[in-house]
């Protein structure tokens, strides 16, 4: 299985000063270059640079069609390494951004380490960041190949060719971030601890928690009572489905649960059930659209049985592919684009803190299987009951893992 290295660098003349990045992905196997990246990012500091260097070194892969692949990262920025690592906290708020960015990114792929590295062994991608600000101090761009052309601006667009060159190193400023202190004041850790801690093997377990995203599917109504499709109809909780949301809104507003935010879909049987939880914890309902369930289109208030009599070959192709739509509905690889979106937005706007979603079927196995980092199938091999939870933890280095699934101990 193909696998990406990626080494990336950053460095500022001053600190703040004339600023540029370089970033370099190689081929695990034989450490073949695939692409460079490098721009001068004009007057920066050194951790700003740093971290637009490793963004762009990730994004990079994702141009190479990397997403869900190995990546091991490499930089000499002990700073950025031990705060994507999860390690240690940002303090410094201009840097936080960058680092949600870079998390972004890091959970569309799938890091396996952070290894910070000597100053030497990170040469080649040293030397793209100071072609790109020696290319900015004679007005000139960067180009792949170290070769430049007239700059149109300090902010030229990155290039991402294929160049195989022998690094070489150029003098640059190492100062740290005179805005970030604390953040340095961590312990350090030799190389060989770093490694070995950074292995990849996924038994460490991690130190800070980023977000935690609680997954609440909703209680019982008519169409569930039956068994029958339930997409955009927007069926009430019934009775018993009041009762289901009760006894979780119970359970949500005791320890150890400290619910930070309700995000539901906009759909009525969600927020009945979410608007029992903020009830009980006196927080408010956020509603997210791209919450809703799977559009099953002709299919919706039909049981499986009368799908399967009325279209037989439409439900055969519906249950071997996942990019296959319902007559007039929604295929799950289209959900999973929405959904996609909500979780990389709540997971940025409640970073630290606890989300409860109130949702569906489809977009909570979705979730748990974009946690687990599993194929599109993965749904038709999940069980969720009605007002069940579930738990993900996303990690400051980009990972995420299932803490809990369809629990419904609050329901007996």
């Known amino acids: 299985m193909t696998s990406y290295i990626v080494e990336a660098d950053g460095g500022s003349r001053g600190n703040p000063g004339p600023a540029g990045y370089g970033a370099v992905v190689m081929d695990a196997a034989d450490r073949q270059v695939l692409a460079e990246a490098a721009e001068a990012i004009g007057v920066a500091t050194n951790n700003v640079a740093e971290y637009r260097g490793l963004i762009a070194g990730l994004t990079a892969v994702l141009d190479l069609g990397g997403e869900g692949v190995p990546v091991a990262v490499r930089m000499d920025s002990k700073l950025v390494v031990e705060q994507m690592a999860g390690r240690w906290k940002i ?6 951004p960058l680092a949600l960015e870079a998390g972004k990114l890091a959970r569309r792929l799938r890091v396996t380490e952070w290894t910070w590295i000597p100053r030497e062994q990170n040469g080649h991608a ?7 600000m020696d290319a900015a101090a004679k007005g000139l761009a960067w180009r792949a190949g170290g070769s430049v052309v007239q700059a149109e601006s300090r902010t030229s667009p990155r290039s991402t060719s294929v160049v195989h060159a022998e690094p070489r190193t150029s003098p640059r400023s190492t100062s740290t971030d005179s805005g970030t202190p604390a953040d340095l004041s961590a312990p350090s850790a ?13 038994w460490s377990p991690p130190t800070r928690v980023a977000t935690s995203l609680l997954l609440l599917r909703h209680g019982e109504t008519p169409l569930s009572v039956e068994r ?15 009762a289901q949301a009760a006894a979780a809104a119970e359970r949500l507003s005791r320890e150890p649960y400290r619910l930070d ?30 919450l809703r369930e799977a559009d099953f289109g002709a299919w919706e208030g039909h049981t499986f049985t009368e799908v399967q009599r009325g279209w037989p070959a439409e439900l055969a192709a519906w249950l071997a592919d996942p990019n296959t739509a319902p007559p007039g509905g929604e295929s799950f690889e289209a959900v999973a684009q929405r959904i996609r979106r909500a979780e990389e937005r709540l997971v940025e706007r409640y970073e630290g803190r606890t989300v409860l979603i109130v949702s569906h079927v489809t977009p909570i ?3 748990l299987r974009f946690a687990l980092m599993a194929p599109p199938v993965t749904l038709y091999r999940m069980h969720l009951d009605l007002a069940c939870l579930s738990l993900i933890e996303h990690y400051a280095d980009g990972q995420s893992v299932v803490k809990s699934f369809n629990d419904t101990s609050h329901l007996r």
Do not use: H
Request: aromatic letters at 2%; a neutral charge.
């Open 261 to 290: 935010a309700i995000v539901s879909s906009p759909l009525k049987r969600a927020r009945q059930t979410a608007e029992a939880v903020a009830q009980r914890t006196g927080l408010g309902v956020e509603v997210d659209d791209d």
């Open 228 to 242: 029958r499709f339930s997409g955009l109809g927007d069926a009430e909780l019934t009775a018993n489905g009041l």
């Open 91 to 96: 303090k410094n708020e201009g840097l936080r």
């Open 190 to 202: 030799s190389l060989a601890t770093a490694q070995q801690r950074n292995s990849g093997t996924g």
């Open 126 to 132: 040293d030397r793209l960041a100071n072609e790109a």
């Open 365 to 367: 196995k979705t979730l």
